[in-house]
């Protein structure tokens, strides 16, 4: 079963402005991850958000993480058309023998100009 | 990018045939995983490698085997596939814990 849940599952909204993505998860995690997929291609590291921290910045990317709410988001300030693409969170735990990342369904985010 | 280089990337079989996916690194990291990626499935984890010789199953394991005989290489196996196991399949790299992954570009799979 997944683990984590986006919302919205689609997402449209014009050059410049906020993109706001939400992600739910269930049971306890390491960090939290979240990647972008472009069309036809595959996943892309944007930033991890240990389970000891409450918010993260990485340019225009900002992430929080409410550990006590099981749910992060994923804020992309000032968008552009080259933002469109589909966000997954993904939630790690640490096994006896790796950390195994949990995918949520994504959001898919359309930018237009 | 992460040097990582999957092989085929598209390749059209029909059922009960054996299908091998190849996933090479460059970059000597010990841990390698491979995914499906279905509609309203989002990526979930067949089998992965935490180092030579040492593999372990994921959440959708049954069909499929691995192989790692050597870091550099993570070879996936579908002993006779069959129509539910069209998909794209994405190979992932992490070099150590709370460090994040990186993908490869994706085979698509179909089965008829």
């Known amino acids: 079963s997944q683990q984590g849940e986006e919302d919205p599952q689609a997402l449209s909204i014009q050059e410049g402005e906020n993109a706001t993505m939400n992600c739910s998860y269930k049971?306890?995690?390491?960090?939290l991850q979240w990647y972008r997929q472009n069309s036809g291609r595959g996943l892309v590291h944007l930033i991890l958000?240990?389970?000891?921290?409450r918010e993260k910045h990485s340019g225009r990317l900002r992430v929080t993480l409410d550990t006590s709410k099981k749910s992060s988001s994923l804020l992309i300030t000032a968008s552009r058309a080259a933002d469109t693409a589909s966000y997954f969170c993904?939630?790690?735990?640490?096994?006896?023998?790796?950390?195994?990342?949990?995918f949520g369904t994504g959001t898919r985010l359309q930018v237009t100009l | 990018d992460a040097g990582i280089t999957q092989s085929p990337r598209h390749k059209v079989t029909e059922t009960g045939t054996p299908v091998t996916l190849r996933c090479h690194q460059t970059?000597?990291?010990?841990?390698m995983y491979w995914y499906r990626q279905d509609p309203g499935h989002g990526l979930r984890l067949i089998h992965y490698?935490?180092?030579?010789?040492?593999?372990d199953k994921g959440e959708v394991s049954d069909g499929y085997s691995v192989s790692r005989s050597k870091t550099e290489d993570f070879l996936l196996t579908l002993e006779s596939a069959t129509s539910s196991q069209t998909s794209v399949y994405f190979c992932?790299?992490?070099?150590?814990?709370?460090?994040?992954?990186?993908f490869g570009d994706g085979t698509r799979l179909s089965i008829l």
């Open positions: 992932a790299i992490r070099a150590e814990s709370n460090q994040p992954q990186h």
């Open positions: 049971t306890s995690i390491n960090n």
């Open positions: 958000i240990r389970s000891n921290e």
């Open positions: 993904a939630t790690a735990l640490n096994t006896g023998t790796a950390s195994k990342l949990t």
């Open positions: 970059e000597n990291h010990r841990y």
């Open positions: 490698s935490y180092g030579v010789k040492d593999t």
